[in-house]
């Protein structure tokens, strides 16, 4: 484990002046999110929130989680976050954790990285071995640099309007750390996931239910789910995770990692 002393004194010193941290814990840090929550006392829409740097206790129940069988990423992350983040905004997430449910999967991803930057600062190294000398070197992930975050196209605080093919107009939000986990809980073919984004991606005005939003996206023309799913795919806002290239310490070539969150987390 790798921890950026000089980068983590400057949060403590940050943190230090409100409140004196209890002693063995580290500082809370914060985490600045697109989106982030509707404050229900003010209606207003609150996006900084405050996680801290997780324990043992929290590797032994996310290693038991880890063992059951069809746990998907969304469950993971959603088991990580309820340990986690405690306040978004005004909101304590302790004892009121569907705050975290309705948050855009984009903001998740960005609390995820949060936590995983105050457990072990902002750089992490893996060891990974070379595809061309086959011998082994140390890769440095920033977590600040590596991620880049693609913003949305428009106001993550609206929905987008997309019209279909007879002129009707539909209303398509951005999908929630809920509506991820139905999605993938699923566990069907392509098609299949193409049905659940679609029934959860559109805005209803009545309070139907899942099986009749599942009938309508299913009676829905082919084209039509297309102008949706793409709507909802292309402007997913959040940070992303991209190769990280860095030279060979053994040879002349570049080591190629492609980090996925698990290795982020456990690696
Ligand atoms: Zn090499």
Request: hydrophobic letters at 40%; charged letters at 25%.
């Amino acid at each position: 484990m790798s921890l950026s002393l000089a980068a983590q004194a400057d949060e403590f010193n940050e943190a230090i002046k409100d409140s004196p941290p209890e002693v063995g814990k580290a500082a809370p840090t914060t985490v600045s999110l697109l989106r982030g929550v509707i404050d229900p006392d003010s209606g207003e829409w609150q996006d900084t929130a405050v996680v801290r740097e997780m324990t043992g206790e929290d590797e032994e129940e996310l290693a038991r989680l880890s063992t059951k069988e069809d746990v998907t990423y969304a469950d993971y992350t959603t088991a990580l976050l309820r340990r986690a983040v405690l306040s978004i905004g005004t909101q304590s997430i302790k004892g009121n954790q569907s705050v975290l449910e309705s948050l855009i999967i984009g903001d998740r991803d960005l609390l995820f990285l949060g936590v995983i930057k105050a457990t072990y600062g902002n750089v992490r190294s893996f060891s990974v071995t070379c595809g061309h000398c086959s011998k082994s070197s140390d890769v440095r992930v920033n977590l600040d640099e590596d991620f880049p975050v693609q913003q949305p196209k428009g106001s993550v605080t609206e929905a987008r309007v997309v019209e279909l093919k007879d002129g009707t107009e539909v209303k398509v939000k951005y999908l929630t750390g809920k509506d991820a986990q139905i999605i993938a809980a699923l566990d069907g073919n392509a098609a299949e996931q193409n049905t659940a984004i679609v029934a959860h991606a559109v805005i209803w005005d009545d309070d139907r239910s899942d099986k009749v939003k599942t009938q309508w996206s299913r009676a829905l023309s082919m084209s039509d789910r297309k102008v949706i799913i793409t709507t909802v795919l292309d402007d997913q806002p959040g940070p992303t995770l991209e190769e990280v290239e860095a030279p060979c310490g053994h040879c002349d070539e570049n080591i190629v990692m492609l980090l996925d969150w698990a290795s982020l987390l456990l690696g």
